[in-house]
C-alpha cells in the first residue's frame, strides 16, 4: 500500500531564507505522481507542484523546488526566498491509480511558520 | 472565478439534522472527490465520481450518501451524524484518465468546516 511520511510536524523559517520540508514515500508502482500542496488557515489546499516518477529532471515552479531522490524515495520540498505569506500547512501527497479511479495518499503534514 | 467552489462555508447541525454540502467545478474536469480532513489526521479519501458514476466509496459510513447529477456538481447529503464527523469536508477535482501531469492535478475547494453537536 502507498504511504506518505512527513517527519516534521513543525518547521521555522526566517523570512528571505531557504527551507526544506521533507517527504519520503513508499509504493511497489513502477509509475507514480508526487505532488505538493499547500493549506493556509482558510482551509483551501492550493497545488504548488509535481513530479512524475520518470521525470529525470527536478520538477520547479516559481519559488518552489522539488528534491527528487527516487533511489531513496524521497521528495522534498524547498521554498526559496521564504515570504511571510507562506506560513501554512504544507502536505506531500502521491497518486495512485487503482481501481479505474485516480487516488491521492496524503502525508500528516508540515507547519510552516515564516518569521519576519 | 475560482475553479472549484464550496458551500456552505461553514455549518454547525445537530446529530438529527438532515443537510446538504454541495461541491461545483468551473474546470471542465470530469472527476470529482470528497475528503475528509479531521484533526491531526490526514486527509481522507471518502468518494470519487469518475463521468458521473461513483468509482470509489472508501468504507465510509451509510450516515454519508454522495451525489453526482452532473461532471460539475457534487453534493454530500448528511444526515444523523456523529460529533466525531466534526472535520473539514474538502472537495476536489481533476481531469482524469489523460496523460499529463497538468490534467490529472487534483485542485480542491475551500473546504465546508462542519461541527455536529
Known amino acids: 500500500a502507498q504511504k506518505i511520511t512527513q517527519t516534521q510536524p513543525g518547521m521555522f523559517v526566517q523570512e528571505k531564507e531557504a527551507v526544506t520540508l521533507d517527504c519520503t514515500y513508499d509504493t511497489s508502482d513502477q509509475s507514480y505522481g508526487l505532488f505538493w500542496y499547500k493549506q493556509p488557515s482558510s482551509g483551501e489546499m492550493i497545488f504548488l507542484i509535481y513530479?512524475?516518477?520518470?521525470?529525470?529532471q527536478n520538477a520547479t515552479e516559481g519559488r518552489y523546488s522539488l528534491n527528487f531522490q527516487k533511489a531513496r524515495k524521497s521528495a522534498n520540498l524547498v521554498i526559496s526566498a521564504s515570504q511571510l505569506g507562506d506560513s501554512a500547512m504544507y502536505f506531500c501527497?502521491?497518486?495512485?491509480?487503482?481501481?479505474?479511479?485516480?487516488?491521492?495518499?496524503f502525508g500528516k503534514g508540515t507547519k510552516l511558520t515564516v518569521n519576519p | 472565478e475560482t475553479g472549484v467552489t464550496q458551500t456552505p462555508r461553514h455549518l454547525v447541525m445537530g446529530m438529527t439534522n438532515k443537510k446538504s454540502l454541495k461541491c461545483e467545478q468551473h474546470l471542465g474536469h470530469n472527476a470529482m472527490y470528497w475528503y475528509k480532513q479531521s484533526a491531526k489526521k490526514p486527509l481522507e479519501l471518502m468518494f470519487v465520481y469518475n463521468f458521473k458514476e461513483q468509482t470509489e466509496n472508501n468504507s465510509v459510513p451509510s450516515r454519508f450518501s454522495p451525489e453526482c447529477p452532473n461532471s460539475s456538481h457534487l453534493f454530500l447529503h448528511l444526515h444523523t451524524l456523529q460529533p466525531e464527523d466534526s472535520a473539514l469536508y474538502l472537495c476536489?477535482?481533476?481531469?482524469?484518465?489523460?496523460?499529463?501531469?497538468?490534467?490529472?492535478?487534483?485542485?480542491f475547494g475551500p473546504g465546508t468546516r462542519l461541527l455536529v453537536l
Open positions: 513530479q512524475g516518477s520518470y521525470d529525470e
Open positions: 476536489a477535482s481533476s481531469q482524469a484518465g489523460l496523460a499529463g501531469a497538468n490534467q490529472e492535478t487534483q485542485y
Open positions: 501527497a502521491m497518486r495512485s491509480f487503482q481501481g479505474g479511479s485516480e487516488k491521492l495518499v
